[in-house]
């Protein structure tokens, strides 16, 4: 530890000179090893002799006093010249420096009064301040003979001299900035005349004053600091608020004040001040802001600007962003980039990824070598290594890994003559290396076997005699592919191959993201089922900064969730009653209680999140999306929390109002608690809990129901019109001209009487009283058939748009009548916009909305049941008959355009038809292709054709070849056009050859075998044909 002061026990002037001291010694190290230091401090400057060294600060000039390191008097080992000591430069033993005597204001009714010479023709002063507030009043002084008076303040860090006189405008001048750094600033003004100049730091600022005939006449008195309450400036003191800091070296007129004078009480008078000392606090020293956060301050505390650092609160504590995707998953988020911070509250920063959020939210961090690498000419003595850096450090990987339920990461190694293993001696020749830096032999789909692959695992290899397909060292293309999936050693960093030096001899290999998938944090959780059952874990230590953060259930009115003790320290965090979460502390400055008052009970069965934490300024609860509650903390009082006891969560140590419920998620400065695993011996306490579907049902959207799960939930889209994890993906399809989707509920009638299916509440002998059909659509043709159900009976619904361009619903329940028509004839639907249409019928009353804001309701005359319900068609409708004129001519046009989230009830045909699930009697004719109706409308056609057309229809691909996309450019085919025409005549005399090489290697190989790695290489040599755009002769130039 270094310490200086201000006595004078002790001192040395430098002028511009430095001082060394150095110490040697030895550390013990484990295993008898040993380390030997050398310590050298310098003091007064940094000195480099013979090197050529700038540093951005001159050396010291002044004067240090009690320097001490360790208890060791710096200064007296350099008067006895010892040896341990080095000076260079002009260093003498006594300080010249006349003792000048500070004094602090200490609050903003300080003031320090001091008399002048009364109607001098100048009003002058000067003195040398320091603060960290931005505003303040530095002097105030009456003037005589013009009424009004001088001030010198402080504004937004800026110095301003103001000249106030009634019934006129002030004359003022502003100099400096950024003068409430906490350093000292040399301040003089003068006023004579017509004339105001101020001196800031040496920096002259001046103005010219219209005072006409009247002249500046001192009044007397000059108030530092402020003014008292009874006095004529103390309005300004009000407007501006008193000074806090310190002053020194102040002069009246160009007389040095005494300020002994005035602390003996004989000169001048003064109120709450501390005279001949400084009393600043430098309170961002240390930077109790987190995380990067900018610390500023004023006389009594310290702020903190988090911009910028992915942290809010007081402090910089407070992530803003969440854990995991599976935490933003159950935010209700869908698929996309988040920012991801894993150690919440900790020191890792966020960091952006992907997440894909399916019934298991995966989390996907990418790197820099995903592409296919191709190598060659490697050997022991030479190998090749390729290294992976990943959007995140690894320490924020290890982090993520940590959480996760799963980690896993798919490693393709092509190879050509080329082993992973020595036959010889069992030495490796490619391995990869993980994030603790370990060389690993095993590759994707094993096991952590050393020098083991996916096909000795499963039996498989093309040769039985080893582990892995490339030691077989064959002349032809295969592969050792698959997923690495133990986390301890994910993700690979680095790969390393060494045995591509032989002829024909090539490797090539691809690394995919990092995947993870699973929180096993978020759903980690326990029930208590008794009121003296708890959990104990290690004592919570958050000196200076704690949170903790859960999540609750329970049909209790009472209970502690936590508390951990200290002698007098401690925290509890308790449900007080029904509606209100108490946050309790003591840090050595009386206990304090926070609360959360709810409008509604917290004992309601249902998932409820608690956040507290307490710093240096504040302690603050929020519950779920309540207006969070803070308490300041005292100003200079304790700041560290100091416990010792357990930590008892559920519980207390008296075993007395103790919780009964579920607590999840704990999580303890951003670290998790394991609850469930100490629940698993703790008597009564259970690991894990039930009923997520209570809080988290909601979620599950468009009628998706939700299921329970051991460690969670999920949405089930069975019946739902939409897909995705909370079935809010809707399935739409291009419809081409002349196509349709017919779903049958029913082969024939007679079928119905026998069916168990969902589909028998539509047909047989059942009487459909009631139906819900939703559906969205964009088109610009007319006539057009958006919807139709028919049924045994001859009785049909029909959607249609009319020639006029008007939505017609046609309800014909009765075959003897003609049909019930609902009309909307407000615009044109067809106008390419996106339109929603939702129908309700209970036995004759229809209810029907369209685009969400024109509504209709009638009664029907036709009738009050949908009898043997036959099918429903989406587009034309191929086998018309029994229906009426309007609907036959846009039946027999159909439907162009795109149909989305087609719902008949709990019947969606269009899911059926492009995600089928379940075997279905669904027919698809024509062109229908899944698409998405939110793309913008106006395209013709053939061009919506091209573009809604399925993505893919390329046959199956060998697994076992390099894909082309990815593979790197190779330096001997790059070249302009006339390299290409030279490199053609090289490869004829090469075609000849190698194809006589191929027919042999093909005869001596097995049929089948054979088969597969010709069709490996030659989709190889084909890819690389299409990428380095060559002829197809240069593809045998390649092997």
Known sequence: MISTGI????????????????????????????????????????????KSVSFPHKNFHGCLENLYYNGVDIIDLAKQQKPQIITMGNVSFSCSQTQSVPVTFLSPRSYLALPGSSRDDEVSAAFQFRTWNKAGLLLFSELQLVSGGLLLFLNDGKLKLNLYQP???????????????????????????????????GQVASASLSLGPEQIYSGGNYYFGGCPDNHFGSKWKNTVGGFQGCMRRISISNKMVDLISVQQGSLGNFSDLQIDSCGITDRCLPNYCEHGGECSQSWNTFHCNCAHTGYNGATCHNPIYEQSCEAYKHRGNTSGFYYIDSDGSGPLESFLLYCNMTETAWTIIQHNGSDLTRVRNTNPENPYAGFFEYVASLEQLQATIHRAEHCEQELTYYCKKSRLVNKQDGTPLSWWVGRTNET??????SLPDPQKCACGREGNCIDSQYYCNCDADRNEWTNDTGFLSYKEHLPVTKIVITDTGRPHSEAAYRLGPLLCRGDR?????????????????????????????????????????????????????????????????DVGNGPFEISVQSPTHFNDNQWHHVRVE??????????????????????????LLQLNSQLFVGGTATRQRGFLGCIRSLQLNGLAVDLEERAKVTPGVEPGCRGHCSS??????????????????????????????????????????????????????????????????????????????????????????????????????????????????????????????????????????????????????????????????????????FSAVKSLVLGRILEPSGIDQETALAGAQGFLGCLSAVQLSHVAPLKAALHPSRPALITVSGHVTESSCVSQAGTDA???????????????????????????????????????VVFILLCITAIAVRIYQQKRLYKRNEAKRSENVDSAEAVLKSELNIQNAVSENQKEYFF
């Open 942 to 980: 053939t061009s919506r054709e091209r573009t809604h057309s399925f993505a893919d229809h390329s046959g199956t691909r060998d697994d076992r070849e390099p894909r082309a996309n990815a593979i790197k450019n190779d330096s001997a085919v790059i070249g302009g056009l006339i390299a290409v």
């Open 521 to 585: 944090s978020f759903w980690n959780s326990a029930s208590f089922n008794t009121e003296a059952s708890y959990l104990h874990f290690p004592t919570f230590h958050g000196e200076l900064s704690a949170d903790v953060s859960f999540f609750f259930k329970t049909t209790a009115s009472s209970g502690v969730f936590l508390e951990n003790l200290g002698i007098t320290d401690f925290i509890r965090i308790e449900l007080r009653s029904p509606a209100l979460v108490t946050f309790s502390f």
């Open 696 to 865: 988290y049902g909601k979620l599950c959207l468009n009628g998706g129901k939700c299921r329970e799960k051991p460690r969670g939930f999920s949405c089930d889209c069975t019946f739902s019109a939409y897909t995705g994890p909370f079935c809010s993906n809707e399935i739409s399809a291009y419809f081409g001209s002349g196509s349709s989707v017919i779903y049958n509920f029913q082969e024939n009638y007679s079928l119905s009487k026998n069916s168990s299916s969902h589909a028998a509440s539509f047909h047989g002998d059942m009487k459909l009283s009631r139906e819900m059909i939703k559906l969205s659509f964009r088109t610009t043709r007319t006539p057009s058939l958006l919807l139709y159900v028919s049924s045994f009976y001859k009785e049909y619904l029909s959607v249609i748009i009319a020639k006029n361009g008007s939505l017609q619903i046609r309800y014909k329940l009765n075959k003897y009548q003609e049909p019930d028509v609902v009309t909307f004839d407000f615009k044109n639907m067809a106008d390419g916009q996106l339109h929603h249409i939702m129908i309700n019928r209970e036995e004759e009353v229809v209810f029907v909305e369209l685009d969400e804001n024109a509504r209709r309701q009638v009664h029907l005359t036709s009738g009050t049941e």
């Open 7 to 50: 006595l004078c026990s002790s001192s040395a002037w430098a002028n511009e000179s430095t001082s060394q001291w150095m110490s040697t010694g030895s550390v013990s190290m484990p295993k008898a090893n040993s380390v030997t230091w050398i310590l050298i401090l310098s003091f007064g400057g940094i000195p480099a002799p013979g």
């Open 167 to 201: 019934g006129k405008l002030p004359s003022d001048i502003t100099a400096g900035g950024g003068l409430n750094d906490g350093q000292w600033h040399f301040i003089s003004f003068s006023a004579r005349r017509n004339h105001l100049s101020v001196v800031v730091d």
């Open 614 to 639: 307490r710093n240096m300024k504040e302690a603050s609860i929020q519950v779920d999306h309540l207006s969070p509650k803070t308490q300041p903390a005292p100003a200079d009082g304790h700041i």
């Open 440 to 445: 690993q032999t095993y590759w994707g789909g």
